[in-house]
């Protein structure tokens, strides 16, 4: 029963460094979604994907790439880190149709990324 | 976009106290869910609520669509229950699942 799971739970980088945040549900849901949290604030999107091969972009997904290459997986690269990627990740995941999600998003614990 | 805001921005309660928090949004949409996020900072998913009312113990929540808002009634509170408390909508326009979030209130419950 692990539902959305992400690693690392932590990591420091320094500046121009490159890492990839890995998520992974077993839910068999085809919509998941990448957040990141600022100190204080709500969550925003990075960025998502419909199912299998399909992304596309969110309201922040400047600086970040992702892939879907199976259902279960929805990794999350920072290709040059940048200290305004400081921030905690988080992996959501839920089951949709006809464009529409109709079940509730579930989180991971997320990850917690300072870029120094 | 959207705008969703969420009241009160801060909330001090004593255990055993009732509260109710607020979340309006300035458009249609087609799904509202309630999320806790507790002092470990992960986030649990407490309503999936377009419209209606649910409830799920000593929580339960209404949204009223037509008039673009939702309540989320926290009854005999406990230090658990402690955490920020967000509100996210998928707006009409827009479409899968994507959830713009309101800034959360801070729900503090003393012993």
């Known amino acids: 029963n692990a539902g959305v799971t992400q690693t690392p739970k932590f990591r420091i980088l320094k500046i121009g460094q490159s890492m990839t945040l890995q998520c992974t549900q077993d839910?068999?849901?085809?919509?998941m979604y990448w957040y990141r949290q600022d100190p204080g604030m709500g969550l925003k999107l990075i960025y998502y994907?419909?199912?299998?091969?399909?992304?596309d972009k969110g309201e922040v997904p400047n600086g970040y790439n992702v892939s879907r290459s199976t259902t279960e997986d929805f990794p999350l690269r920072l290709e040059l880190a940048a200290p305004s990627q400081t921030s905690v990740y988080f992996c959501?995941?839920?089951?949709?149709?006809?464009?529409?999600?109709?079940?509730?998003?579930?989180f991971g614990d997320g990850t917690r990324l300072s870029i120094l | 976009g959207i705008q969703v805001e969420q009241s009160p921005p801060d909330l001090i309660l004593q255990e055993g106290a009732n509260s109710t928090l607020r979340c309006n949004f300035s458009?249609?949409?087609?799904?509202l869910q309630w999320f806790h996020q507790n002092p470990w900072g992960q986030l649990i998913n407490l309503f999936y609520?377009?419209?209606g009312t649910k409830q799920n113990g000593r929580l339960s929540a209404t949204t009223v669509a037509t008039e673009r808002y939702s309540l989320l009634y926290i009854s005999s509170s406990q230090t658990t229950d402690s955490g920020v408390y967000f509100c996210?909508?998928?707006?009409?326009?827009?479409?899968?699942?994507?959830?713009?979030f309101g800034a959360g209130t801070q729900v503090v419950v003393t012993p």
């Open positions: 959501a995941s839920s089951h949709g149709s006809d464009r529409y999600s109709n079940q509730p998003q579930h």
């Open positions: 839910m068999n849901h085809n919509y």
């Open positions: 994907s419909v199912g299998a091969g399909i992304t």
């Open positions: 458009d249609s949409v087609n799904n």
């Open positions: 609520i377009p419209s």
């Open positions: 996210a909508v998928e707006p009409e326009t827009d479409s899968w699942g994507k959830l713009q």
